[in-house]
């Protein structure tokens, strides 16, 4: 896991550079002879929104050549596509029909370029996905699941306010452990998110019994899969269900299926993956103090959209180690400079990056003259009446008059300030 984590965890974002998609949706004749618009799921219609592209473009990509990358997309007839489909090994039904090539052909054309880019995320992401997928004994088809939630990006926000490459709401996160405050958001944690996402699929599994109907509640929650089996008369079916679910909702299944064939069936597509020369392994070190990444990147010469990408719950580029210890994510040639310059690190510019105050005192104004200020003691008057009525303290008013006690005479001038 060490070795595939890195620093390429926003790499699909780029793609966006490339294949922009303003559709928002697809129509598809239904049998009646009616068409009917679906709409697409957020991740086909990612925009460049990532603040690292510049550099991971600049150290990572290059064209790949493990396939012959054409422009051209050869014509495929419906045997083909169906054969192709039941040839995928999967526990999860992955049936044929128009809106399923839809989805198939918007994958092989218009978002080639950004499948391209998908398929060489494949060596960062894929691992992670795996692995949590095998430890919950769940279908590993399901690890593209996150091509059509984020197109693989772990800082992509949804409209609604999903976010990371799972896409998780924020309440549905913190029932998953998925903390979320000011400076961290752990939905954007690739390995965190990852295992809390594969608990909740599990656990909707357990549910309806049904991979297709788990993923339709993956998308528009359980709430609303629980209405349209109502009004089906009970149907457990997606596809009988089809009609009665929200617009987004009846493409996502299918979404799903042509996700798993394009990413199986590239080559045939004439779609390369991207060529990506693999960075250094990467290691955690424990922070138990606050940290700004600015800190770490300046003394041990580390480029910071690189630590932004290792580290992407961290909202504002603070680990708030006082609070809880966090793992910090580096390169492995970077651990032993971080060892080796703790103190440094922690102790570098903090004006400027650990402005946060603990205590502070607060300073009473002076007069607007700039001058002091002086009280004529009237009859009956105390020392703790006088201080009270211009706010100051009684040893205040004591130091500036060198009393001891608190006795004060009528007549005379008490200086204030």
Same mark, same amino acid.
């Given at each position: 896991?060490?070795?595939?984590f890195?620093g390429l965890?926003? &790499?699909l974002s780029t793609?966006? &550079?490339?294949?922009?998609?303003?559709?928002?949706?697809?129509?598809?004749?239904?049998?009646?002879?009616?068409?009917?618009?679906?709409?697409l799921?957020?991740?086909m219609l990612?925009?460049?929104?990532?603040?690292y592209?510049?550099?991971i473009s600049?150290?990572?990509?290059?064209?790949?050549?493990?396939?012959?990358s054409? %422009?051209t997309?050869?014509?495929?007839?419906?045997?083909?596509y169906?054969?192709?489909?039941?040839?995928?090994?999967?526990?999860?039904?992955?049936?044929?029909?128009e809106?399923?090539?839809?989805f198939?052909?918007m994958?092989?054309?218009?978002?080639?370029?950004?499948?391209?880019?998908?398929?060489?995320a494949?060596n960062?992401y894929m691992?992670?996905?795996?692995?949590?997928?095998?430890l919950?004994?769940? !279908?590993?088809?399901?690890?593209?699941?996150p091509?059509?939630?984020s197109?693989?990006?772990?800082t992509?926000t949804?409209?609604?306010?999903a976010?990371? &490459?799972?896409q998780?709401?924020?309440?549905t996160g913190?029932?998953?452990?998925?903390k979320n405050?000011?400076?961290v958001d752990?939905?954007?944690?690739?390995i965190?998110s990852?295992r %809390?996402?594969?608990?909740y699929?599990?656990d909707l599994?357990?549910?309806y019994?049904?991979?297709?109907?788990?993923?339709?509640a993956?998308?528009?929650g359980p709430g609303?899969?629980n209405?349209?089996i109502?009004?089906?008369?009970g149907?457990k079916?997606?596809?009988?269900l089809?009609?009665?679910?929200?617009?987004e909702?009846?493409?996502?299944?299918?979404a799903?299926?042509? %996700?798993?064939y394009?990413?199986?069936?590239?080559?045939?597509?004439?779609?390369?993956?991207?060529?990506?020369r693999?960075?250094e392994?990467?290691?955690?070190?424990?922070?138990?103090k606050?940290?700004?990444l600015?800190?770490?990147?300046d003394?041990c010469?580390?480029?910071?959209d690189q &630590?932004?990408?290792?580290?992407?719950?961290?909202?504002?580029d603070?680990? !708030?180690g006082?609070e809880e !210890?966090?793992?910090l994510r580096?390169p492995?040639?970077?651990i032993?400079?971080?060892i080796?310059?703790e103190?440094?690190i922690?102790?570098?510019?903090?004006?400027?990056?650990?402005?946060?105050r %603990?205590?502070v005192?607060i300073?009473?104004?002076?007069?607007s003259?700039g001058?002091?200020?002086?009280?004529?003691i009237r009859?009956?008057e105390?020392?703790?009446?006088?201080?009270?009525?211009?706010g100051?303290?009684?040893?205040?008013?004591?130091?500036?008059?060198?009393?001891k006690?608190?006795n004060i005479?009528?007549?005379?001038?008490l200086?204030?300030r």
């Open positions: 896991m060490k070795k595939i890195i965890l926003t &790499l793609s966006a &550079l490339y294949a922009q998609q303003t559709e928002q949706s697809i129509t598809v004749r239904s049998a009646s002879g009616t068409d009917q618009v679906i709409d799921p957020e991740g990612s925009t460049t929104d990532s603040l592209l510049d550099w600049k150290n990572y990509i290059n064209l790949g050549e493990n396939c012959t054409t %422009a997309n050869p014509v495929v007839s419906d045997s083909v169906i054969d192709r489909l039941q040839r995928i090994p999967a526990i999860i039904e992955m049936p044929y029909n809106v399923v090539r839809k198939i052909d994958y092989a054309t218009r978002l080639r370029q950004k499948v391209a880019f998908m398929l060489s494949n960062f691992p992670i996905f795996e692995e949590a997928l095998d919950y004994d769940l !279908p590993q088809e399901l690890k593209y699941l091509v059509i939630e197109a693989l990006n772990p992509a949804s409209r609604a306010g976010v990371g &490459l799972w998780f709401m924020l309440t913190k029932i998953y452990g998925l405050n000011s400076l752990e939905r954007r944690d690739p965190k990852t %809390a996402a594969v608990r699929l599990k599994y357990e549910i019994n049904d991979w297709n109907l788990v993923l339709a993956y998308n528009c609303t899969i209405k349209a109502r009004r089906a008369g149907e079916d997606f596809w009988t089809y009609n009665y679910l929200p617009k909702t009846r493409g996502y299944v299918p799903f299926i042509a %996700a798993n394009i990413m199986t069936y590239y080559c045939e597509h004439n779609i390369s993956p991207m060529g990506m693999m960075p392994g990467t290691d955690t070190i424990q922070v138990s606050n940290l700004h600015q800190q770490v990147a003394v010469k580390i480029n910071i &630590l932004r990408a290792l580290n992407p719950e961290f909202k504002k603070i680990i !708030p006082n !210890p966090y793992a580096l492995n040639n970077m032993s400079c971080f080796e310059h103190d440094s922690y102790n570098y510019k903090p004006e400027i990056y650990q402005k946060r %603990a205590t005192a300073t009473t104004p002076k007069s003259s001058k002091a200020v002086y009280h004529k009859s009956g105390t020392l703790g009446g006088i201080a009270a009525k211009y100051v303290s009684i040893s205040q008013l004591r130091r500036l008059n060198g009393i006690g608190s005479r009528a007549g005379k001038s200086r204030i």
